[in-house]
């Protein structure tokens, strides 16, 4: 945080240097745009072909082939949700929350993408309807769907109290993976990322710029939905934060499941628009050598 008090002077040009109006960083023009319109035709009549339930405090793995969708859904009370997705083949390209925020803000909805790590950075996933896209800002600053926070881990809580909790999205995610996987814990532990907070309402203070959290607007029926634009695994933790309108990283709040469900499209709009997936990233990987 920065100091109430500064130690050091303003200089004489304070103002003027203050008063420089911003610059969007990636202009959400240079991007090319996800086609919406394309994925909503494919959408129509789709079939679900999987589903499958994280139960409070503990997270589930799914797969997702490319070209299908899948949705999260808030099932039985206010619940947010930690998402980890990876290349289904490959577990070194995972999902990129500093880019995708750098990219598309701060809070995602309906034709944000979800990018991947270095060296691959593509589109993974594209967000195609958002129950919850009349929140949009409130007052606080907050919004759903966040890519600032990382996820709830043992050892912050550590650091902060103490304890010893296991439940923390990090460490269910952890154990879903290993389960999915069959590799030891402390090995699987290392390709956990952070995450997508779907559902989760953060913001940052207006006065201190410090990382909020507050009950979750999100109720029974709401969905975030998305296109798989490269085969999938997915884990989900639901978190033990509930809504997140207290705590986390303890078993205090009310924590209900979170259900995810797999689609495969049921017409041609695909193969008629010839839709592929998105190839690894472009550059040379020379780095100038
Ligand atoms: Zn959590």
Not at 190 to 206: E, I, K, R
Not at 211 to 232: C, H, N, Q, T, W
Not at 268 to 279: F, G
Request: with cysteine.
């Amino acid at each position: 945080m920065k100091l109430q008090n500064p130690e050091f002077a303003a200089p004489a040009d304070a103002d003027q240097r203050l008063g420089v109006e911003p610059v969007i960083c990636y202009p959400v023009d240079t991007l090319p745009p996800a086609p919406l319109d394309l994925y909503r035709a494919a959408r129509e009549g789709m079939e679900k072909i999987s589903e499958a339930l994280a139960p409070a405090r503990d997270a589930v793995t799914f797969t997702v082939p490319d070209g299908h969708f899948f949705r999260i859904y808030s099932v039985d009370g206010p619940q947010v949700g930690d998402l980890n997705l990876w290349n289904a083949n490959d577990l070194s390209e995972r999902f990129y929350t500093g880019k995708t925020r750098a990219l598309h803000g701060t809070h995602l909805s309906t034709g944000d993408r979800m990018w991947t790590s270095f060296p691959h950075m593509r589109p993974m996933a594209t967000i195609t309807a958002d129950t919850l896209d009349w929140y949009g800002f409130d007052r606080f600053g907050g919004s759903v769907h966040d890519v600032i926070g990382t996820r709830c881990d043992p050892y912050t809580a550590n650091t902060l109290s103490g304890a010893q909790y296991h439940n923390c999205c990090h460490s269910n995610l952890s154990r879903s993976l290993a389960a999915k996987t069959g590799r030891p814990i402390h090995e699987v532990e290392a390709d956990v990322h952070d995450v997508l907070n779907v559902f989760m309402c953060t913001g940052f203070t207006h006065d201190t710029q410090q990382y909020f959290m507050k009950s979750s607007p999100v109720r029974p029926g709401d969905y975030l939905e998305f296109f798989a634009e490269i085969d999938l695994l997915g884990a989900l933790s639901a978190c033990p934060g509930g809504d997140c309108s207290t705590e986390h990283s303890s078993d205090l709040a009310a924590c209900h499941p979170l259900k995810v469900e797999v689609y495969r499209p049921a017409n041609d709009a695909l193969a008629q628009a010839n839709w592929q997936s998105p190839p690894r990233n472009g550059y040379d990987r020379s780095h100038g050598l």
